[in-house]
C-alpha cells in the first residue's frame, strides 16, 4: 500500500511502514544531511554575494573623473600612495560606498523582517509607508522649523518611529495581522504623502528643491559624519535582529501553532518590527527613503538560496549588492550628470512591483 506522507496540515501516517517511511521523509528534511545542504547552498549563495559586492566596491572605488588602477586603491587605503589618491579614496568615495553598503543591508534586512512578519511579499517597509514618516519628519525640521545639519536625520528618525508607532496602534486591535499592518500602513502613507505634498508647496523654491533632493534618496556627498553613526546603530541593531530572526520562521505555522510551540508571538512580533523600524530610520537618516530595496532583495535572496524563513544575512547582502549596483549606474549611466540613486532604484523597484503583482495574481493570491 502506498501512502503520501508528504509534510502538511492534514498529514496522519498509519500503519508501521507509512511511520518509518514518515520516520525518513523527516529525517531527511530536518536530519543533519539535509540541513546541511541547506546550510552549504545559502553559504554558497552568500560568498558569491560578498564577492559581487566586493567586485562593485572595487569598480565604484577606481572608476570616475579621476581614475585609478586596483594596486593604487589598495595602497590609498593602507596610507601608501599619493596624497591625491588617498584624498580621493579615503575621503571621497570610501564614505559613500560604505554608507551603501550599510544602507543596503539595512534595507534588507528590514524588509526580510517585515516580509516574515506579514507573510506577504509587499510587505516591506517602503510600501506600508514606514519611510514616508521619515520624510515627513525631515520636511518638518527643514521647512517648518528650518532646522539644517544633524536636524534633519533627527527629524527623520523621530517621524519614522511615530509613524511606525501609529501604523502599529491602528493595527494591532485583536492581534497583529499581516494584512491589516500592510493595509493600515498604505493608508497612513497616503495620508503622509499629502502631508509632504502639502509642505512642499508651501515653501520657498529653494528650500523645496533642497528638501526634494533629500527625499528623493541619494548617496552623493556622503562622507563619514554619515557612516560612524549608521555604523554604530547596525553593530547594536543587527545582532537582535539576528538573534530573534531564527523564532520568525515558526510563524510560517501560523499563530496559533506558533502559540502551541511556546512562542509568544505578539510579543515576537513587536520586538522584530521595532527593530526593523529602528534600522529603517537609520537608514532614512543616513542616505533619505530610498525605495524598493527592502522589497526586492528578500524576494531575490530566497530566490537564490532557495531557503525556507527570513533569511536576515543573504537579505542584507541582497541589499547591499542591489544598492551598490544601481549608485554605480546613478553616476555612469547618464555622466557627467550624476543622478540620485533614489531614482534609479525607483525605476527599476516599479518595473519589479509590476512583475512580482503579475505573478501573485497568476497564482491567484492577487
Known sequence: MSV??????????????????????????????????LEGRTALVCAGLLAALAAVVAV?????????????????LLGQGRPADAFVVTGLRLPRVVVGVLVGVALGVAGAVFQQVTRNPLGSPDVIGFTHGA???????????GGTGSAVPLGA????FANAALV???????????????LVGIGVSAVLIAVNNYLLTRSRVEQAQAAQLWITGSLNARGWDQALPLAAGL??????????????????????AARALGVRVDRLKLAVLAAA?????????AAGPIAFIALAAPQVARRLTGA???????AGLTGAVLLLLSDLAAQRLFSPVQLPVGVMTGAVGGLYLCWLLVAQWRRGLG
Open 308 to 314: 525556507v524563513g527570513s533569511g536576515l544575512v543573504a
Open 157 to 160: 528618525l523621530v517621524g519614522g
Open 168 to 182: 502599529y496602534a491602528l493595527s494591532v486591535r485583536g492581534g497583529l495581522q499581516g494584512y491589516r499592518l500592510i
Open 135 to 145: 520624510v515627513t519628519g525631515a520636511l518638518v525640521v527643514l521647512l517648518v522649523l
Open 277 to 285: 523600524v529602528a534600522v529603517t530610520a537609520l537608514a532614512a537618516t
Open 235 to 256: 553593530a547594536v541593531l543587527l545582532p537582535v535582529l539576528l538573534v530573534l530572526g531564527r523564532s520568525l520562521t515558526v510563524l510560517d505555522l501560523g499563530d496559533d
Open 60 to 76: 565604484l572605488l577606481t572608476t570616475g573623473d579621476y581614475p585609478l588602477t586596483v594596486p593604487q586603491a589598495v595602497s590609498a
Open 4 to 37: 503520501d506522507v508528504r509534510p502538511g496540515p492534514l498529514t496522519r501516517p498509519t500503519g508501521v511502514a507509512d511511520r518509518a517511511r514518515r520516520g525518513r521523509t523527516l529525517r531527511g528534511r530536518t536530519g543533519a544531511r539535509f540541513s546541511v545542504r
